[in-house]
C-alpha cells in the first residue's frame, strides 16, 4: 500500500472526503515527524512506537578501494509495533 492508498483507505474508512484523508494522513505524517525531531517518542497504544535511535561516528571501508571512510553520526528514526499489531499480523 503506498501513499495515495492509505488517503483511499482513510476516505473509505471515514466518510471523509478525499481531499480532508490526504489532509488528515498529512498532519499524522507532519506530527510524527515533527515530534522525532524534536526527540520525542511517539507512542500509539495497541500499534506502536516511534522513536529516534542515535549512531554514533565509526570508520568504514569503500567497497571499490577498500579504502578506511569516515562514516558521520546520525539519528535514525525507529518503528517497534506494539502488541496490537503483532497480534493482528499473526
Given at each position: 500500500?503506498?501513499?495515495?492508498?492509505?488517503?483511499?483507505?482513510?476516505?473509505?474508512?471515514?466518510?471523509?472526503?478525499?481531499?480532508?484523508?490526504?489532509k488528515a494522513v498529512e498532519g499524522v505524517f507532519d506530527a510524527i515527524t515533527a515530534a522525532l525531531k524534536a526527540g520525542d517518542e511517539v507512542?500509539?497504544?495497541?500499534?506502536?512506537?516511534?522513536?529516534?535511535?542515535?549512531?554514533?561516528?565509526?570508520?568504514?571501508?569503500?567497497?571499490?578501494?577498500?579504502?578506511?571512510?569516515?562514516?558521520?553520526?546520525?539519528?535514525?528514526?525507529?518503528?517497534?509495533?506494539?502488541?496490537?499489531?503483532?497480534?493482528?499480523?499473526?
Amino acid at each position: 500500500m503506498n501513499k495515495n492508498e492509505l488517503i483511499g483507505a482513510v476516505a473509505e474508512a471515514s466518510g471523509l472526503t478525499r481531499n480532508d484523508a490526504t489532509k488528515a494522513v498529512e498532519g499524522v505524517f507532519d506530527a510524527i515527524t515533527a515530534a522525532l525531531k524534536a526527540g520525542d517518542e511517539v507512542r500509539l497504544v495497541g500499534f506502536g512506537t516511534f522513536s529516534v535511535a542515535k549512531r554514533k561516528a565509526s570508520t568504514g571501508r569503500n567497497p571499490r578501494t577498500g579504502e578506511p571512510m569516515p562514516i558521520k553520526a546520525s539519528a535514525q528514526p525507529k518503528f517497534k509495533a506494539g502488541k496490537g499489531l503483532k497480534d493482528a499480523v499473526n
